[in-house]
């Protein structure tokens, strides 16, 4: 058996005994470990929102763009569109997609205290009018790490503006950005959601068989909101409570975050990929050197040689030549040229003696007919 095979066997053999052995005998505890969220969960504010509704058997789907013009092959019946994500130049499509019976939920991202004019004069046909409210003194110097982490600033504005020192409203009622309020011409027309000081944070207005929700960013539907019983509650019945008639699915549209990385490295390096990263890398480099160095395997010796033994290739050259009647010919060409070298400086010296006879008789031929 190549004894390559061998080395790979016994080293797999022996590693297994260790784990086999760690496993049985290495005492195991356990401990609670808090680690930074996945990428995934980073770039998406909605992504608990997002499985939950799948592991009920919902559709869910996700844009980071919008458009008012592709409504007509939009399948979903609710639309959570957030405001950034479109410019609002033509609005026609959406009032007529709502009363064929669609959820169209406008979530107003009003960060930079700014409203896009054709977004407000969209809102001001349905009577509704946005506007913004400064944060909470202790917010105002707030650096760009915390506005990273805004909906978790937003879940303590709303603790500390709306509550009134009234810890059971702040737990019976779901969260919701306090920097956006909404101003409503008329009120019977609407389901209204108002804070502690009358503020109203959403307002819903019905329009044909659908429907136009209107509120902040739904602070109250993120990731790390959804554990209160009234966040799950409210998101529930904006999202899965209306499809499951029909069950024609949720789509989210959301701008892109800025800290996204859809690079083949970012996904590798994510949490939890780490381990089985280095052990594809310890295993690429042992069988690299097993491959290139000669302790190792390949290199160590090869069995097979590149060309057939001298003895051999002269026995089949001289049964070749005797098949052709030539064998005679060769050999005699062959003791030529073994002949030693004294014989050849014989010859040699038997040559110059010739040489030099035949010169003498030639001038003694050339004297005598001189003299003659």
């Known amino acids: ?85 479109y410019d609002w130049r033509t609005t026609d499509g959406i009032k007529q997609w709502i009363e064929n019976g669609g959820c169209f939920v406008l979530c107003l991202d009003l960060s930079n205290n700014f409203i896009n004019d054709n977004l407000s004069g969209f809102l001001s046909d349905f ?27 937003d879940i303590t504005d709303n603790e500390n503006a709306d509550s009134v020192n009234d810890a059971s409203y702040v737990a019976e009622n779901p969260v919701f950005q306090t920097r956006v309020s909404l101003i409503i011409e008329n009120e019977e027309d609407f389901y209204l959601i108002k804070n502690n000081f009358d503020a109203i944070r959403l307002a819903e207005i019905k329009i044909g068989d659908g429907a136009l929700t209107v509120l902040g960013m739904p602070v109250f539907m993120y990731n790390y909101s959804l554990t209160r019983e009234s966040n799950a509650n409210l998101s529930w019945q904006l999202t899965g409570g209306r499809t499951d008639a029909d069950n024609r699915g949720i789509l989210f549209v959301r701008v892109q975050s800025r800290n996204a990385n859809n690079s083949v490295f970012a996904a590798v390096i994510e949490r939890g990929n780490l381990i089985p990263v280095l052990v594809s890398v310890i295993i690429l480099l042992i069988i690299g050197f097993w491959m290139v160095v000669p302790v190792f395997g390949l290199t160590l010796k090869e069995k097979t040689s590149v060309s057939r033994p001298i003895t051999d290739r002269f ?27 004294d014989e050849n400086k014989k010859e040699k010296l038997y040559d110059y003696k010739e040489t030099v006879n035949d010169i003498k008789t030639a001038q003694e031929k050339i004297y005598g007919i001189r003299k003659s």
């Open 315 to 341: 026995t089949a050259e001289i049964q070749f030549l005797k098949k052709h009647h030539s064998l005679d010919y060769y050999l005699n060409i062959y003791k030529s040229g073994q002949k030693s070298e």
């Open 127 to 153: 009577g509704i009018t946005a506007e913004y409210n400064q944060p909470l003194i202790s917010f105002l110097n707030r650096t760009q790490e915390d506005e990273e982490t805004e909906f978790l600033n």
């Open 1 to 85: 058996m190549d004894r390559r095979i061998i080395i790979a066997a016994v080293v797999i053999f022996i590693f297994a005994i260790l784990g086999f052995l760690a496993y049985n005998n290495l005492e195991i505890y356990q401990r609670k470990r808090y680690t930074a969220p996945s990428r995934e969960v980073s770039e998406n504010i909605y992504r608990a929102m997002e499985l939950w509704l799948k592991e009920t058997g919902h559709n869910v789907r996700s844009e980071t763009s919008f458009n008012s013009d592709r409504l007509k092959d939009i399948t979903e019946k609710v639309l959570i569109v957030q405001s950034t994500a």
